[in-house]
């Protein structure tokens, strides 16, 4: 059969770009009744346009307590899937449907199952970087920001399989001193890249500066931060510490706000392992002002998940926000 070219849809040709997309976005979301949620790792003209910017624990709260009509969601997948789970009558988009994750990629449910099906006393708590399928698997929700006081609620004899970042498991271990908490063993693909060995000759090129670093990072890395913390955490302490210079060991897009909040002080990016600028997360950086424009104006790509599934994932993020 002689199929016809599809004609190139008038709604998403890119010659169709309004000259000023900042004004046309703002205008769009005031025709949409739309907010803007931003992760903190987003480009900064993306962060400077959102309603409310934020760390994961944040911006799900924000997605949990908003009445606006739509939510276009600047950051992840599983960020965006999680405004979806809290809000089934909203619109949720997500500016390029590829932002993903390599946490959430690397755990899929039927290999987290083989594995849980080892552990069968213990009970699971997740990251919240996980698709909706682990969510449904898991008893609680964790983010950075609250891991630690919710592993801490379980009873001490409670065995805990924790996934899906190996690294976050292992410094709460660290930091709970449980040991009866088994970790999975994924990672995320920016936080493993920084390398001990830059850090050490930053370090010694700047002997005043202070490393901050997000619990994703490799206990290499850890081992040598003055704080470890979510990225709302790490932005706070720069903003509040005496200290002037900062080695940030996280994606650099926190650097924004600290400057905005510190800008007399002085942040450095943590180095990665070759000097490569592999540090910011190539998912995060698919959402630019075009896509965000083109979500607004398309009402696409939606974020959508069946009933069911979303019910059961539903159940362990509302145990989490009431712990939080
Ligand atoms: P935060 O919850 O600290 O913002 O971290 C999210 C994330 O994806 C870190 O890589
Ligand atoms: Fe996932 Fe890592 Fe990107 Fe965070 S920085 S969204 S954990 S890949």
Redesign the pocket.
């Known amino acids: 059969m002689l199929r016809l070219p599809l004609a190139q849809p008038e709604a998403t040709a890119p010659d169709k770009l309004p000259l000023d997309l900042e004004d046309a976005i703002l205008q769009l979301r005031q025709q949409r009744n739309a907010v803007i949620l931003a992760h903190y790792?987003q480009d900064s003209e993306v962060q400077d346009l959102a309603d409310f910017v934020g760390d994961s624990l944040q911006l799900a709260q924000a997605a949990q307590r908003t009445k606006a009509d739509v939510i276009l969601f600047c950051g992840?997948h599983f960020m965006a899937e999680t405004a979806k789970i809290l809000n089934p009558t909203r619109t949720v988009l997500l500016p390029d449907l590829a932002a993903g994750?390599?946490?959430a990629d690397g755990c899929p449910p039927e290999k987290l199952r083989l594995w849980m099906d080892r552990y069968p006393d213990h009970t699971l708590v997740s990251y919240i970087?996980c698709s909706a399928a682990v969510k449904a698997m898991s008893d609680c929700i964790v983010t950075s920001s609250n891991a630690e006081k919710i592993i801490r609620s379980y009873p001490a004899s409670q065995p805990i399989l924790f996934a899906p970042d190996q690294h976050l498991g292992r410094w709460l271990i660290r930091q709970t001193g449980r040991d009866n908490m088994v970790v999975y063993p994924g990672s995320?693909?920016?936080?493993e890249i920084f390398s001990e060995r830059e850090l050490v000759r930053l370090r010694m090129d700047h002997p005043r500066a202070q490393v901050l670093a997000h619990p994703?990072c490799d206990e290499r890395v850890l081992r040598h931060a003055d704080f470890v913390g979510s990225t709302s955490a790490i932005i706070r302490y720069a903003v509040d510490s005496p200290a002037q210079e900062f080695i940030i060991a996280t994606?650099p897009g926190v650097i924004h706000e600290m400057q905005k909040r510190a800008p007399g002080k002085r942040f450095i990016p943590a180095p990665a392992e070759g000097g490569c600028a592999c540090n910011q997360?190539p998912?995060?950086r698919l959402n630019t002002l075009e896509k965000v424009y083109l979500a607004l104006r398309d009402l696409s790509p939606e974020v959508t998940l069946p009933e069911d599934l979303r019910l059961r994932a539903l159940r362990p993020i509302e145990k989490m926000l009431a712990l939080s």
Do not use: A, D, G, K
Request: hydrophobic letters at 35%; aromatic letters at 6%.
């Open positions: 790792y992840v994750c390599s946490l970087n995320c693909m920016v936080h994703e994606e997360c998912h995060m």
